[in-house]
């Protein structure tokens, strides 16, 4: 089993930034790709951001791309959010892939969740 636990998550001023992380324990050599999503009220789970274990490869959102960046140390993975604005309120969470089919912009092909955390921007 993978274990995710977040951690980062506040509330910031439109324009400013944060920084999200997510520690990954337990079996992480199983891991794929490591994914962000985000759920802001009333709306659906959306992908956010998406790198592969091994050799790092991403795949970056639109609505985020030139603002967001992922990155992994060992087995923490980081998303550094710049340039924040208040359509990226929503409930941020880390996710877990271990199959390396499967397209990872698709929520139900991670196996694995943190419990999320709540990233508030203001106006």
């Known amino acids: 089993q993978v274990q995710l636990v977040e951690s980062g998550g506040g509330l910031v001023q439109a324009g400013g930034s944060l920084r999200l992380s997510c520690a990954a324990s337990g079996r992480t050599l199983s891991i794929y790709a490591m994914g962000w999503f985000r759920q802001a009220p009333g709306k659906e789970r959306e992908f956010v951001v998406a790198?592969?274990?091994?050799?790092?490869t991403t795949n970056y959102a639109d609505s985020v791309k030139g603002r967001f960046t992922i990155s992994r140390d060992k087995n923490t993975v980081s998303l550094q959010m710049n340039s924040l604005k208040p359509e990226d309120t929503a409930v941020y969470y880390c996710a877990a892939k271990k199959t390396d089919y499967g397209l990872t912009t698709l929520e139900y092909n991670y196996n694995y969740w943190g419990q999320g955390t709540q990233v508030t921007v203001s106006s």
């Open positions: 790198s592969t274990w091994s050799d790092r």
